[in-house]
């Protein structure tokens, strides 16, 4: 059973950064796809940024040039650089890591931005 925790969110400015943290663990193996959703309140949850099974990185439009996914030699941890953040990036922000077609999410963190 994998096991996905998420830290690091928080209330800052418009303007400002924040650093999101995500580990995957139970598995002996590497997870190759594991990435950052976003949901805010009243609307659909939303990919942010990933990793795909490939290696390659993807990011919604509305956070390119701003978020910068990352992951640590330990493969199964990664991290969301959040700067410039805008008001409309509040939402709750969810790490999901996939390991053999199963999904597994976590628990979610919370990120609000003040105008």
């Known amino acids: 059973q994998v096991q996905v925790v998420e830290s690091g969110g928080g209330l800052v400015q418009a303007g400002g950064s924040l650093r999101l943290s995500c580990a995957a663990s139970g598995t002996i193996f590497s997870i190759n796809e594991i990435g950052w959703y976003r949901q805010a309140p009243g609307k659909q949850r939303e990919l942010v940024a990933a990793?795909?099974?490939?290696?390659?990185?993807g990011y919604a439009d509305s956070v390119k040039g701003r978020f910068t996914i990352s992951r640590a030699n330990a493969k199964n941890t990664v991290y969301l650089q959040m700067n410039s953040l805008k008001p409309e990036d509040t939402a709750v922000y969810y790490c999901t890591a996939e390991l053999w077609g199963l999904d597994y999410w976590g628990q979610g963190t919370q990120v609000t931005v003040s105008s």
């Open positions: 990793f795909t099974s490939g290696g390659s990185t």
